[in-house]
């Protein structure tokens, strides 16, 4: 998901995984409730489609969040994951 990130709605966690502007382009479209979206901000569906036209029409921002959320993802790959967590687990053992 990291890899597609523009734009994205600002809900469900993406605000804390993506960086606007760097890794994705957060548009604060909808309310948030404990179990999810729970209605749209008033002008939410403007400012998505505002996002949607940043993303086609500027093409310096499209490649600059496109290679960052590309790199952001290569770095939360399984072989990446797997290696911290050896790591991590050989750090507790070794101590």
Known sequence: MLSCSLPSPDTGGLA???THEKTGVLIPAFEEST???SAV???GVQSLADGVLRALTETALRE??????????EGQSW??????????????LSS
Not at 64 to 73: C, D, H, I, M, Y
């Open 16 to 18: 804390e995984l993506l």
């Open 35 to 37: 179990y999810g979206v």
């Open 41 to 43: 901000k008033e002008g």
């Open 64 to 73: 600059r969040v496109s290679r960052g959320a590309r790199e952001a993802a």
């Open 79 to 92: 072989d990446v994951i797997a290696g911290k967590t050896v790591d991590i687990f050989s750090s507790v």
